[in-house]
């Protein structure tokens, strides 16, 4: 559903179904343009040839940006056999497998070993640094790039499909529910490795990030036409700043209570606290977000605060520009 802005702006986390061609930079600027705000962020890049569920967060949303960096994300994956990329994925340079392509059996069996925690070897064709530089640019100009293996985590992964017309190229549909940080070209390139073949990433699409997606999300036509006759049409479209945070417990506060917290003081609730959680969310009398907040020993310190301190002992909304 969506909410309205805590003050002056656009405040809430708009959804994007990302087509695949622009980079999330661009549909972020794009957005950004739209919206007439500098605040914004995203909740995880895709590449430029992946599409599916981008997360921009708005305003006040961006201080929440860091609540959902560990959110799992989960993909539909074609996975091409029988070639291997130099960037792992379609957009590179291909060359023949020496062995022979895999049937699905073989597959089926090499999955059952990518499960759990694994470690993973980046692609060389990433945005990680080395030294300082970019690692994409680094192997665009013919140096070699050697990046450290990272544990992630593959929670399920399942073949939707299967074809073995071209049967030295048979084709996989994989979906994969993973942790955050997980490299699918990475993943596409190590199954034809496990299967004694080679296999690059040919088509990707996030179906959810965290609490959002794909279903839900809103294409970049309609976000051009709901902004046409200017940045509040797009208000419809946002979700609530805490939106993906219902795991994090409500705490009522009186208005005294809300006035403690837009001045950044701790604050013993009368209502007490629910349960206990490394975050709170705060809201007012009027059942507005007012902070996310830390507690311990029933005692309140605000972390983000969404409220600014007014004369009169009283909180207002901060400003969103």
């Known amino acids: 559903m969506a909410r309205a802005s805590l003050g002056p702006g656009l405040d809430g986390i708009l959804v994007v179904a990302k087509p695949a061609g622009p980079t999330s930079h661009d549909v972020v600027a794009l957005v950004r343009r739209l919206a007439a705000t500098k605040r914004v962020g995203h909740g995880g ?63 089926e069996a090499a999955l059952r070993g990518f499960l759990g925690n694994i470690s993973q070897r980046p692609p060389a064709y990433s945005a990680i640094k080395v030294g300082g530089r970019r690692a994409y ?42 942790s ?19 296999a690059y990433l040919g088509a990707l699409t996030r179906t959810a990030s965290g609490p959002f997606v794909l279903e839900d999300a809103t294409p970049l036509d309609d976000i051009r036409s709901a902004a046409a006759d200017g940045p509040a049409g797009l208000g419809p479209h946002l979700r609530p700043i805490d939106a993906g945070l219902e795991a994090l417990p409500e705490v009522a506060l009186t208005a005294a209570e809300v006035a403690a917290i837009a001045k ?58």
Request: include cysteine; glycine fraction near 12%; proline fraction near 7%.
């Open 45 to 107: 890049t895709l590449d430029p040839f992946a599409s599916g569920v981008l997360p921009i967060f708005l305003g006040h949303a961006t201080r929440v940006v860091e609540y959902h960096l560990g959110d799992r994300k989960a993909y539909r994956a074609t996975v091409c056999f029988g070639a291997s990329s130099t960037t792992d994925d379609l957009e590179g340079e291909l060359s023949p497998a020496t062995g022979p392509a895999p049937d699905r059996a073989a597959i």
């Open 264 to 321: 950044g003081q701790f604050v013993r609730p009368a209502a007490g606290l629910p349960s206990a959680a490394e975050h709170y969310r705060l809201r007012g009398p009027g059942g507005q977000l007012v902070a996310i907040a830390t507690g311990s020993g029933g005692r309140l310190a605000p972390d983000k605060v969404f409220v600014a301190p007014v004369a009169g002992g009283h909180a207002g909304p901060t400003s969103a520009t």
């Open 180 to 198: 955050a940080g997980t490299y699918v070209r990475a993943l596409a390139r190590d199954l034809g490795e496990a299967v004694g073949s080679a």
């Open 137 to 178: 640019a680094m192997a665009r100009a013919g140096e070699t790039v050697t990046l450290a293996s990272r544990d992630v985590t593959i929670h399920e992964l399942t073949i939707m499909s299967w074809d073995d017309a071209d049967p030295d190229r048979p084709i996989a549909v994989v979906d994969l529910l993973c």
